[in-house]
């Protein structure tokens, strides 16, 4: 089939038209992501800044709980998941009520926000899993994410902030008063938490990268 002019033109002209409304709409899914994520890092900030010391100077992080939900959401963007990691860090080093546990809380959430990448990452490529519906898969995403991660947090605040400021009680003491009630608290919480936000982000239409 052969086009005049002025038909090529016409069909050039459309296809300019759909590119710009492609971007448009990419441009406006990303701001959108952007709004959660940034209300996502603001929730966990006052979380942990409210959340008292279970009895030592030591407190679950709920931080944790949006800096999980964020990278689920961002699965294939290690960007947004690193800078989400490292302001996490910032926020929680600020309102720590460990003493000396500023650098301890950004170096742990360095150290995790990379290790649960890599573990998403295995998790979406696993053959298991790539067949299964997409809320099933949420759910085991979930039910794996929040308590190794919580447990990969709290193992490497624990022995950064023993190398570089001291525990002011037992490595153990204070992993079985702290780290674990926060495995337990994060795991339940989180998985209710996280289904919300999933609902919410269906119903404005937004997508996971």
């Known amino acids: 089939m052969l086009w005049n002019d002025e038909e090529l033109g016409e069909w050039m002209k ?3 038209i759909s590119r710009k409304g492609e971007i448009y709409m990419r441009n406006i899914e990303k701001t959108k ?3 959660i994520n940034a209300l996502l890092l603001g929730i ?3 979380l942990h800044q409210v959340t008292p010391a279970l ?3 030591m407190q679950p992080d709920f931080a944790l709980i949006m800096l999980f939900i964020i990278m689920m959401i961002n699965k294939n963007n290690y960007k947004t998941c690193l800078i989400s990691g490292m302001i996490t860090g910032i926020f929680t ?4 009520k460990f003493p ?3 650098l301890p809380n950004m170096i742990d959430k360095l150290v995790t926000v990379n290790l649960m990448f890599i573990l998403i990452m295995i998790i979406n490529k696993m053959k298991l899993i790539k067949n299964i519906s997409d809320n099933k898969k949420k759910v085991i995403e979930s039910l794996i994410i929040f308590p190794i991660g919580t447990l990969v947090s709290g193992l490497t605040f624990l022995l950064s902030a023993s190398i570089l400021v001291g525990l002011p009680a037992g490595f ?3 992993f079985v008063v702290v780290v674990i009630p926060a495995i337990a608290i994060n795991s339940v919480v989180g998985f209710f938490l ?3 936000i999933k609902s919410s982000m269906k119903a404005i239409s937004l997508k996971e990268n």
């Open 194 to 196: 996280f289904r919300i």
């Open 44 to 46: 966990g900030a006052i």
């Open 14 to 16: 459309n296809k300019k």
């Open 93 to 96: 080093a600020m309102t720590t």
């Open 100 to 102: 000396g546990g500023q």
């Open 33 to 35: 992501k952007m709004i």
């Open 172 to 174: 153990t003491s204070l």
């Open 55 to 57: 009895g030592l100077p």
